[in-house]
């Protein structure tokens, strides 16, 4: 009896060492059948150009929605509202895209990064500025907005979160204090860092007298840092005597630059009145903007992509596409800064 069920047993091990190879191959499926390349997901492209049947056809990307937020102004510099989708066309990289989403007027949160010059050579103007940021903000922010309020000299220092409670505003400008030199660049950088995470609309203004002489990082990682926020820069720049040969005029010519490529628009101030114009015109382009976003239709390996938008020729109210100007940030960033 022993003798048979060890027998049993013996038969059953050969069995199962005859089925194994059988059973593997189920488990593991053929390297050249359907099931070698995964069915492409919406966050996967597919290679047209690779052969039938590759493996390596099928590419990860991740394709995010590209949001660009626009300003458009007829001949004498006032925004114009009444624009469709059908009037705007979009590029990247000079290649047509098809816009996914479009809105007038974006009812989206606003951030706003308020930074002030505080550096001795803004000391006389600093009244003026104080006072007609403080009426900026009652003028501009809803419940659903924020501002940061920072000021700037040799160091760089957030005096309020972001609120809608101009009480907290007030009291943050109140604190303000007179410094030394100029951290321009660390101002630019860290007000787009505070404004990365924050959803919706980023926008800083900058109220300077444009000059630069302490900071720790350049004008490029300002710049970046600025893009990848994707934060639209005003800047209002104090100038007593506009033409004043002695003045520096570098930090002048950066702060125009980067208000350009960010989509955003520079002004000279000399006086309260013109400290209150800029406000006023900033507050109307910031009702007035558009929303343009797309899907990108290629793939690019570009560190950095261009992006343009243009009028529609033959627009009903404007047929003259000269007769406005488009600004928009210059394009974005597809990797992070190391």
Do not use: C, W
């Not at 007027?105 to 606003?110: A, F, I, M, Q, V």
């Amino acid at each position: 009896m022993f003798s048979a069920f060890v027998r049993a047993l013996v038969l059953a091990a050969i069995a199962l060492s005859v089925m194994a190879p059988s059973l593997a191959a189920q488990a593991v499926p053929s390297r050249s059948g359907p099931s070698a390349v995964p069915t492409p997901a919406p966050s996967q492209a597919v290679d047209q150009n690779a052969p039938a049947g590759d493996a390596s056809a099928t590419i990860r990307v991740n394709v995010k929605l590209v949001n660009v937020f626009a300003t458009v102004t007829d001949s004498s510099g006032a925004p114009v509202a009444s624009l469709k989708q059908d009037d705007f066309q979009i590029f990247e990289d000079g290649v047509p895209q098809k816009i996914a989403t479009f809105t007038r007027e974006s009812e989206l949160p606003l951030s706003v990064v308020l930074a002030i010059d505080t550096s001795l050579s803004t000391k006389s103007d600093q009244k003026l500025e104080l006072e007609s940021a403080r009426r900026f903000t009652k003028a501009i922010l809803r419940p659903i907005d924020g501002a940061s309020l920072f000021e700037f000299s040799e160091i760089v220092d957030q005096l309020t979160p972001f609120t809608s409670d101009v009480r907290v505003i007030d009291k943050g400008i109140s604190r303000v204090r007179t410094g030394a030199a100029t951290a321009l660049y660390d101002m630019l950088y860290l007000g787009s860092d505070a404004l990365m995470p924050r959803r919706g609309r980023k926008v800083m203004v900058v109220i300077t007298d444009g000059g630069d002489t302490v900071s720790k990082v350049t004008y490029q990682e300002a710049v970046r840092e600025a893009q990848q926020a994707e934060v639209i820069v005003y800047s209002i720049i104090i100038v007593p005597i506009e033409n004043d040969a002695g003045r520096d005029i570098g930090g002048e010519h950066a702060l125009i630059q980067l208000s350009r490529d960010t989509g955003g628009k520079y002004y000279y101030a000399s006086g309260l009145d013109q400290l209150d114009a800029a406000f006023q015109k900033i507050s109307q382009e910031l009702r007035t903007q558009y929303l343009i976003a797309y899907y990108p239709a290629r793939l690019s390996d570009s560190e950095f992509r261009k992006i343009d938008i243009k009028i529609t020729p033959g627009t009903p109210d404007y047929p003259n596409p000269a007769d406005l100007q488009v600004r928009h940030r210059a394009g974005y960033y597809t990797m992070p800064s190391k």
